[in-house]
């Protein structure tokens, strides 16, 4: 079966400091992979994604790599701010007739300090 | 604003009881999944229906049912309700056929529902 892990959190990080969620990820077929994010009250929105390996999903100054020889799609910032303050799921997806079914991670939750 | 409304948002009810939780999808989307939240466990989907039809089936309890309408809005049906039961229940849809396919699911506020 398709299944993801991610890193436990909280993660606490003071203001423009580097961050790194870890995610790998195991799945039959070809996933598309995929971070949410959410916000404090909030649904989830998607971040980024990605569909084919090597491929590198950006937005809003983050970055995660597919990476199939790891099986992994860590997510990276170079500066947080404390707007990033929210959860972060990492996802997976594999394309079926009706559409996707997302399988998520558990969340890592990120407390951005100034 | 994901387009995807899920009502009522906040939800206080006691054990034993049944209630219903209403979404409503993006316009024109033909897929909707309901998935559960809570503090330990997660995200859980739970159900998914494509115009109409059940299409797949995940960790739901016997005690809850979905069914999508006509119309293509969705109601999830939580019986005899526990303690546990407490969580957010959060509504999605997504673009469906292969030339639309995206990949994302766009999803609701949730539904937060609390069991006393």
């Known amino acids: 079966g398709n299944s993801v892990t991610q890193m436990e959190g909280p993660v606490t990080l003071s203001e423009e400091a580097f961050l790194t969620i870890n995610c790998t990820y195991t799945?039959?077929?070809?996933?598309?992979l995929f971070w949410y994010v959410q916000y404090p009250g909030e649904g989830l929105q998607l971040l980024l994604k990605a569909t084919k390996a090597d491929d590198k999903g950006s937005n809003k100054g983050f970055e995660a790599t597919y990476r199939k020889e790891t099986t992994s799609f860590h997510l990276e910032k170079g500066s947080v701010q404390v707007s990033d303050s929210a959860v972060y799921f990492c996802a997976l997806s594999v394309l079926n007739n009706a559409g996707n079914m997302l399988t998520f991670g558990g969340g890592t939750r990120l407390m951005v300090k100034p | 604003d994901s387009g995807v409304t899920q009502t009522p948002k906040h939800l206080i009810t006691a054990t034993g009881q049944r209630v219903t939780l209403r979404c409503s999808p993006r316009s024109g989307d033909l897929s909707v999944y309901w998935y559960q939240q809570s503090l330990d466990q997660g995200l859980q989907f739970l159900i998914q229906?494509?115009?109409?039809?059940?299409?797949a089936k995940g960790n739901i309890l016997e005690r809850f049912s979905a069914q999508q309408f006509p119309d293509l809005h969705s109601e999830l049906n939580l019986s005899s309700l526990e303690l546990g039961d407490s969580a957010l229940y959060f509504c999605?849809?997504?673009?469906?056929?292969?030339?639309?396919?995206?990949?994302?699911?766009?999803f609701g506020e949730g539904s937060r529902l609390t069991v006393l």
């Open positions: 229906y494509y115009n109409g039809e059940e299409r």
């Open positions: 799945a039959t077929g070809y996933p598309s």
């Open positions: 999605a849809s997504s673009a469906t056929g292969v030339n639309q396919y995206t990949g994302e699911l766009f």
